[in-house]
């Protein structure tokens, strides 16, 4: 037996309840030190921790594709790491491999069926790229814009993007200029993440919605109204930013991350006076789920790595080192 160290659920933080690092537990355990046919074992380089986990923490997450985390069990989620052994003839020793359902410990032995190569070379090395820009992540940013942002270049668009700082966010934004809008606002939570938006990121103004006034800012730094906005967030930020919106433009419903401690169906329904703009002005508001899309994932892929590799998509991660501190996140 080889020990290795793993964190579980500790307690559930109820469905109106805020995460704590509590609700998780390092732990000692052990894994066998051989093994079986069609089986492979990884070493953990790299685990993402995401908003969709808070519905894991949930005794019933409220979607039919996510499983809930049991007490005291391993959580799981996209990670990479490198081969020690393998019985499953697609790896080898020393490949890097990436699987939805990593487990959040240092070391296992997972089914190889589960697994996923990955070539470094795509990301020039910078491996954890695969958990984010060049994962899931720039996935759900990139076919967010294409399957629902209808983005057409010359049609001077302009791009709303809430949680703009954040991964899904930020690329969002980018990915929605590349793809033709004219003008790109941000809606973030500091004024340092409002600067690295604009100076780093290419948004042309971003907007601290904790200070000042969210519609009066919005108005006057898009006075053409909104054709697309990318929504991370819902809840407020989202009815502010819908009453702005043109006759006919596109929402891309890609997350709800300020309901997520509250026990709301998902989507939210918008309020009364919300929806009504949005029928009368036929705002479109439907349903995204980026694991939809997975037969355009290979070019996708292949498409963020390239505008990576070309400096058109820039890259921010928060990296913390150790698994003891992934509770923090
Ligand atoms: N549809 C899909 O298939 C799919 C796939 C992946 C992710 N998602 C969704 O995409 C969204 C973003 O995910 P991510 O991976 O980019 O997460 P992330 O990197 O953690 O970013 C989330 C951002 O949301 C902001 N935020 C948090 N609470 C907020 C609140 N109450 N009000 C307003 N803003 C708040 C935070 O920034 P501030 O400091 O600016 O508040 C944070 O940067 C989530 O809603 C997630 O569920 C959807």
Redo the contacts with the bound molecule.
């Keep these: 037996m080889m020990i290795i160290q793993r964190v579980v659920l500790n307690s559930r933080p109820g469905k109106n309840g805020v995460p704590v690092a509590e609700n998780f537990r390092l732990e000692q355990s052990t894994i066998s030190d051989t093994i079986q046919d069609g089986q492979v074992c990884v070493r953990t380089l790299y685990l993402s921790v995401?908003?969709?986990m808070r519905c894991r923490m949930n005794e019933d997450t409220g979607s039919d594709y996510l499983l809930p985390w049991q007490l005291s069990e391993v959580a799981d989620g996209g990670g990479i790491g490198v081969v020690e052994e393998s019985k499953h003839n697609s790896f080898a020793k020393g490949d890097f491999v990436t699987s939805f359902n990593w487990p959040w410990q240092t070391m296992a032995i997972l089914d190889g069926g589960l697994l996923q190569k990955l070539v470094p070379q795509l990301v020039d090395g910078r491996l954890s790229f695969f958990l984010g820009a060049a994962g899931?992540?720039g996935l759900?940013a990139l076919l967010?814009i294409k399957e629902k942002g209808h983005v057409s270049a010359g049609a001077n668009q302009t791009m709303v993007v809430?949680?703009a700082?954040?991964?899904?966010?930020s690329l969002a934004g980018q990915i929605g200029r590349l793809e033709g809008c004219t003008r790109v606002v941000g809606i973030?939570?500091?004024d340092e993440?409002c600067s690295i938006l604009i100076s780093e990121m290419g948004f042309d103004a971003a907007i601290n919605?904790k200070k000042g006034h969210v519609a009066e800012q919005l108005r006057e730094l898009c006075p053409g109204g909104v054709d697309v906005y990318f929504d991370?967030?819902g809840?407020d930020?989202s009815d502010t930013v819908i009453s702005q919106m043109n006759q006919n433009s596109h929402i891309v419903l890609?997350?709800?991350?300020?309901q997520y401690n509250k026990d709301v169906p998902y989507p939210p329904p918008l309020p009364p006076e919300v929806e009504k703009i949005q029928k009368e002005r036929n705002i479109t508001r439907e349903r995204?789920?980026?694991?939809n899309y997975m037969d355009k994932q290979e070019a996708s892929i292949l498409q963020l790595c390239q505008w990576i590799k070309e400096g058109k998509l820039k890259v921010r991660e928060t990296v913390v080192e150790g698994l003891e501190n992934i509770g923090v996140l």
């Design positions: 995401d908003p969709y899931i992540t759900t967010g809430s949680g700082a954040g991964a899904c966010g973030a939570g500091t993440k919605y991370n967030v809840g930020i890609c997350g709800q991350i300020s995204f789920l980026v694991l």
